[in-house]
């Protein structure tokens, strides 16, 4: 390893990281912690091909990076070969549109935007402090999740609100998941033998969390997140696009203040709310035996996706690739196919042969001579951490 990288995705009760050669860009350890600030944490470390399992209690993040040392030293990589640490952040409000050098500026401003990721910026901040106490001699860097959608237009932004509201408190769609959408586009870039800036694209990154991006030309010009991640596709536990008046409905009927209807938006509804399971390995064994809410589930899910499919072919006015990536795009083979099947009469024709090969390689599961060319490509967000992160430094 020339260039080993620590890669750090903080989340509010876990650490999930990586250490990738910067050069070679392969993975060398990989693990995660959870449970931090809860009783009973764990810590999951593979180095070498060897697993390494640790069951200790975190009180905080310092906590849970100060053990996570302890793991290096006792069973590699050597921490002190690391050069330069990068960070996954959830939200770079309007201040952050690339990747940046962490310095005391950046986390005081890193901070001040914590109002707008409540959930997520917290915990990033505490990573990157935790981090930054343990590897003081490095370079620490901030990758965005909102960055790649900089880019786009003022009219796909712009809430239709009282203009000065929005500026004041910065109410706007920033989008997220950036760095997944921007690694799988340039990927089909790649696959397809295509310039990247030649290519109009609509990418589906449908995980736990779901959003879907429509490219121009290489850059990202509608995303379906919004101001929050909670806007949008239906989610796991995240509800997408609802009315707007359904807050101050359930207000009302519920008795629950915005807090309370927030939390049932962001962690009972979706997949779980309609289904009653989140996992779509689950839902599916739901349909097979019959149960008619895990069906409409699917179908909701199914048309929400293709209304925004055919709203992006509309805004694109041609598009070259449609590309499905994360938990459920690569593995899902039914969402797939009930999703290209309806837009067959638009140019999407899949190749349902194609469609069912499972595979960890970037693959077209369209048909030959289909207008657009449907392709299902992992995502790997670390990998696009580790690039963004030797960029920042010059490596
Ligand atoms: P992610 O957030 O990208 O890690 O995606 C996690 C989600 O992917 C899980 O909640 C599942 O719904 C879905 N998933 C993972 N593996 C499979 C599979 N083999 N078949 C269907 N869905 C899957």
């Known amino acids: 390893m020339t260039t080993p990288i620590l890669l750090l995705n903080c989340g509010s009760s876990s650490i999930k990281y990586q250490v990738i050669d910067g050069d070679s860009e392969q993975v060398a350890a990989s693990g995660i912690i959870q449970r931090i600030g809860q009783a009973s944490g764990t810590l999951d470390h593979t180095y070498q091909g060897h697993d390494h399992h640790l069951d200790a209690d975190f009180?905080?993040?310092?906590?849970?990076?100060?053990?996570?040392?302890?793991?290096?030293?006792?069973?590699?990589?050597?921490?002190?070969?690391?050069?330069?640490?990068?960070?996954?952040?959830?939200?770079?409000?309007?201040?952050?549109?690339?990747?940046?050098?962490?310095?005391?500026?950046?986390l005081d401003k890193l901070r001040e935007l914590s109002p707008l990721a409540p959930l997520h910026n917290p915990p990033g901040i505490a990573g990157i402090e935790a981090a930054r106490a343990v590897l003081?001699?490095?370079?620490?860097?901030?990758?965005?999740?909102?960055?790649?959608?900089?880019?786009?237009?003022?009219?796909?932004?712009?809430?239709?609100?009282d203009k000065d509201v929005a500026r004041t408190h910065a109410v706007r769609k920033y989008g997220f998941h950036g760095t997944s959408h921007s690694y799988v586009s340039q990927k089909v870039a790649e696959v397809l033998g295509r310039p990247?800036?030649?290519?109009?694209?609509?990418?589906?990154?449908?995980?736990?969390?779901?959003?879907?991006?429509?490219?121009?030309?290489?850059?990202a010009v509608e995303t379906s997140m919004g101001l929050t991640p909670l806007a949008g596709l239906v989610m796991g536990t995240r509800s997408g696009d609802v009315d707007p008046g359904l807050h101050a409905y359930l207000g009302r009927v519920l008795d629950l203040d915005l807090v309370g209807v927030d939390d049932l938006l962001n962690k009972r509804s979706g997949m779980l709310g309609l289904a009653g399971a989140t996992d779509f390995r689950d839902i599916n064994s739901l349909i097979e035996s019959g149960d008619a809410d895990a069906r409409l589930a699917m179908d909701v899910y199914v048309h929400r996706l293709v209304s925004y499919i055919g709203s992006y072919l509309a805004v694109l006015g041609h598009v070259d690739a449609l590309t499905f990536t994360?938990?459920?795009?690569?593995?899902?083979?039914?969402?797939?196919?009930?999703?290209?099947?309806?837009?067959?009469?638009?140019?999407?024709?899949?190749?349902?042969?194609?469609?069912?090969?499972?595979?960890?390689?970037?693959?077209?599961?369209?048909r030959p001579g289909s207008p657009v060319t449907v392709l299902v490509v992992p995502t790997n967000e670390e990998l696009a951490m580790a690039r963004e992160t030797m960029a920042a430094i010059g490596g």
């Open 136 to 161: 003081p001699d490095v370079p620490h860097v901030a990758i965005f999740d909102t960055a790649f959608f900089a880019t786009l237009p003022a009219e796909a932004y712009t809430y239709a609100i």
């Open 326 to 366: 994360a938990g459920v795009g690569e593995n899902d083979a039914l969402v797939r196919s009930e999703v290209v099947t309806r837009l067959e009469p638009l140019g999407f024709w899949l190749d349902a042969e194609a469609n069912a090969v499972r595979s960890k390689q970037p693959r077209v599961i369209s």
């Open 59 to 106: 009180a905080d993040h310092a906590a849970a990076l100060d053990q996570l040392v302890k793991v290096f030293a006792e069973f590699g990589p050597n921490l002190d070969e690391v050069r330069a640490v990068g960070h996954r952040t959830v939200h770079g409000g309007e201040a952050f549109r690339s990747t940046v050098v962490i310095d005391d500026a950046v």
């Open 196 to 219: 990247y800036d030649g290519l109009n694209q609509i990418v589906c990154h449908l995980g736990n969390g779901a959003s879907i991006s429509a490219i121009r030309d290489g850059v």
